[in-house]
């Protein structure tokens, strides 16, 4: 049995609601060059181009890239062999947060819902918890913004519906959705299980590092019609009209009740904010 | 690309009347901030038929909540947020003379019929790119609704703020047609 202490963990959260929010990833920047060259619309190049301007912006002088810093959605793999020590563990990732959306100038976006009266320290974060072997915690930091979120989906289509349907269902979606989220986006597949089951996996699939495919041959397949599909919807970046409306599709599924065939749609935005760290 | 056209804001009719879907603008000048709770509070203002805490005849509103400014700056990152909550509200605001928005996403059919009507424009500014739009605003200071926090209305000093047309006085839409241009 390996002692964490809650301590180690305000810490780290602390840093990864900074970094997250702070620094573009390498993955997410390597698209944005991949985009560039392919881009055909003068505009969307443009555009391209002020989303690189910005993340060197925010890296140098240490500012958020967007002002919609999220919700704080934490995703905890906690080794069956990790005994937590020196206080309650939900608590402490929200400490954790509330010290990073502080101290990081982090905009705090959560709020009551009815009243809608700021919680002004953006708690309570969206803490996802899942117990794996070993004696590690993986903590999993990727900052939620409203403006994709919205774009998100969740449909109990019908075993009828068939692959194609389900084809059919996710592009109409990223179409509706148009220049709402940001786009270009990124597109989070969800596939089978329940109904939280499946919103869970589409949201799961967002933490992939872009450019990484799904490992069954199947999925990799689907995510490469569902990409070129959406791409030739012609959005384009920040829907002015383009070939690049999303960077990348991620796929990830699991089985379903023989009487349902259930798909969830999650959208991010360009900036696929995701930090993960090892305690 | 067509070159960027330099605006002194407050906007006329005749400013808006000349911009069209797709021109490239460079704002200069006051601007206001304004988002979904902002939006309702001056709505509901103005259906009570009680003043505003801000003039809007010729100005324009940014959907914007910005993130907390560091010390020695004026303002946070402050990028677009989606402009479609503010649907319900953008009508009414323009017939008491609000001339410009701006955000990003599509707008209700509403709305653009009411930017037709009422002699307004819709401008789209990059989404996610608020610490570089952070850069073109100059003085940020809070003139209503403190208690809203990041949704209070701020007059902020711009200079050379770069937006797109989207949706211009005469009902053209730049959303739809990008799409319809780059659509296989």
């Known amino acids: 049995m390996r002692e964490i202490n809650t301590r180690q963990i305000i810490e780290v959260v602390k840093k990864l609601c900074i970094e997250a929010n702070l620094y573009l990833e390498e993955d997410v920047l390597a698209a944005f060059e991949k985009g560039e060259k392919m881009e055909e619309s003068p505009v969307g190049k443009e555009v391209f181009q002020q989303l690189k301007e910005n993340a060197r912006l925010a890296r140098e002088e240490k500012v958020a890239m967007c002002q919609d810093t999220g919700l704080a959605v934490v995703f905890v793999e906690l080794g069956q062999d990790v005994h937590i020590v020196g206080g309650d563990f939900n608590a402490a990732i929200n400490e954790g947060v509330r010290q990073g959306y502080q101290e990081g100038y982090l905009r705090k976006s959560a709020c009551h819902c009815f009243s809608r009266a700021n919680t002004k320290d953006n708690t309570p974060a969206v803490i996802h918890l899942e117990m794996v072997p070993g004696d590690k915690m993986k903590i999993t930091l990727a900052p939620k913004g409203g403006g994709s979120e919205n774009m998100s989906t969740v449909n109990m289509l019908s075993p009828s519906d068939g692959l194609e349907g389900l084809k059919n269902r996710v592009v109409e979606w990223v179409k509706q959705a148009g220049s709402n989220p940001c786009p270009p986006v990124v597109v989070g597949v969800g596939v089978g299980g329940t109904f939280e089951q499946t919103a869970l996996i589409a949201k799961k699939a967002l933490l992939r590092p872009l450019g990484q495919k799904n490992p069954d041959p199947q999925l990799a397949a689907l995510e490469e019609e569902l990409l070129t599909r959406i791409n030739n919807l012609g959005i384009g970046p920040q829907g002015l009209g383009g070939r690049i409306t999303a960077l990348a599709v991620h796929v990830e599924m699991v089985p379903c009740h023989i009487a349902s065939f259930p798909l969830a749609v999650n959208i991010n935005c360009h900036a696929h904010r995701h930090k993960e760290a090892v305690i | ?82 402009s479609g909550r503010m649907d319900v509200f953008s009508p009414k605001l323009m017939e008491i003379g609000l001339k410009g928005m701006i955000g990003k996403g599509m707008r209700k059919k509403e709305v653009v019929e009411a930017m037709k009507k009422h002699k307004a424009v819709y ?35 711009v200079e050379d703020f770069p937006v797109i047309v989207v949706n211009d006085t005469a009902g053209n839409d730049l959303y739809a047609e990008g799409m319809r241009k780059y659509a296989r």
């Open chain 2, 123 to 157: 401008f789209a500014a990059t989404g996610g790119a608020g610490a570089l739009l952070a850069k073109a605003i100059k003085k940020a200071e809070v003139v209503a609704y403190e208690d809203l926090g990041p949704e209070a209305i701020s007059r902020l000093e």
């Open chain 2, 1 to 82: 690309m067509s070159q960027a056209i330099r605006l002194k804001t407050p906007l006329s009719d005749a400013d808006v009347a000349k911009l069209k879907a797709g021109d490239k603008v460079l704002l200069n000048g006051v601007i206001y901030t304004g988002r979904d709770a902002a939006h309702k509070r001056l709505y509901d203002l103005v259906m009570e038929g009680k003043p505003l805490p801000v003039d809007l005849k010729g100005q324009v509103i940014y959907y914007v909540g910005p993130a907390p400014a560091k010390p020695g700056q004026p303002i946070g990152s402050a990028g677009p947020t989606t």
